[in-house]
């Protein structure tokens, strides 16, 4: 496929972008601006501000499919106003399918937010961009998956592998839930999906809603010695793990999550 990414040059953008390279897709990243890495030579680049209802015209042209990853969020540092986030993540959503309707492209992945809700500007930008994705496949028919991921803002490494527990996801699992929800929309395996993105930790039940006092034990059994790593790196579990119900997106576009905290515990363990 041709597949146009926005945000590309972002922390997601990049994983997609890759993942879709590995695939043998043929790839145009777009951004704002592009960075110094040589790892992209085989995409094309477009500078597009989807604010911009031009830059993304020229960007959607002679597409097969489009990954809307553009966005900002609260997290971003250094810090950017609500109106901006408003702006690029409303207007630029709507121009980006609004877009995709004059090309006829079918083929649509949305990134959404489990800040989905109406705590926050950012939130709420997130329900108004799901909002538009329903009414754009109610006046066109195209294919679009709604994807809520969870946080994959980086952070060290250790900070990092304690979130998995929590509300961290690897951004290679973003990559691929990515990838896979654009291929099922290509072969139309859905009208319109929507589904979380985040880790499975593989746990029973009651080890996910009683960790403080079952995770130790469930740490020590799938890594010998997991509990001095964590006390030799003070990193804290916490008292409840967050998990979801995944086997939708297993059954739909045929996505399971690779990494989890298991992965960190076993790296940490070879690097020590």
Wanted: one cysteine or more; proline letters at 3%; aromatic letters at 8%.
């Amino acid at each position: 496929m041709n597949v146009l990414v926005t945000g590309a040059f972002g922390n997601g953008g990049q994983a997609v972008s890759r993942a879709l390279l590995q695939a043998g897709h043929n790839v145009r990243m777009a951004d704002v601006v592009r960075t110094g890495t040589m790892e992209f030579g085989d995409a094309e680049f477009v500078r597009c501000d989807t604010r911009t209802a031009s830059d993304v015209r020229h960007a959607v042209h002679g597409m097969d499919g489009v990954i809307h990853l553009a966005a900002w969020h609260c997290a971003h540092q250094p810090p950017v106003s609500d109106d901006t986030i408003f702006a690029v993540n409303v207007d630029g959503t709507f121009n980006v399918l609004e877009a995709c309707r004059q090309e006829g492209i079918r083929s649509i992945v949305y990134a959404s937010s489990m800040a989905y809700g109406w705590g926050s500007v950012y939130g709420v930008s997130k329900v108004i961009g799901e909002d538009l994705c329903r009414a754009y496949h109610e006046m066109t028919g195209a294919s679009i998956a709604m994807l809520r991921y969870h946080e994959f803002i980086p952070r060290p490494y250790l900070e990092f592998g304690a979130r998995l527990l929590r509300n961290g996801v690897d951004r290679r699992d973003i990559a691929s839930a990515t990838v896979k929800a654009l291929t099922a929309a290509n072969k139309k395996a859905f009208k319109l999906f929507g589904t979380i993105v985040h880790t499975d930790h593989g746990m029973p039940e009651q080890v996910v809603v009683d960790f403080a006092r079952l995770g130790p034990e469930w740490c020590e059994r799938q890594v010998p010695g997991a509990m001095a790593l964590l006390e030799k790196y003070e990193i804290s579990l916490p008292n409840e793990v967050e998990q979801h119900d995944l086997s939708e997106a297993k059954n739909v576009i045929g996505w399971q999550p690779k990494v989890g905290f298991v992965d960190f515990l076993r790296n940490l363990k070879k690097e020590r």
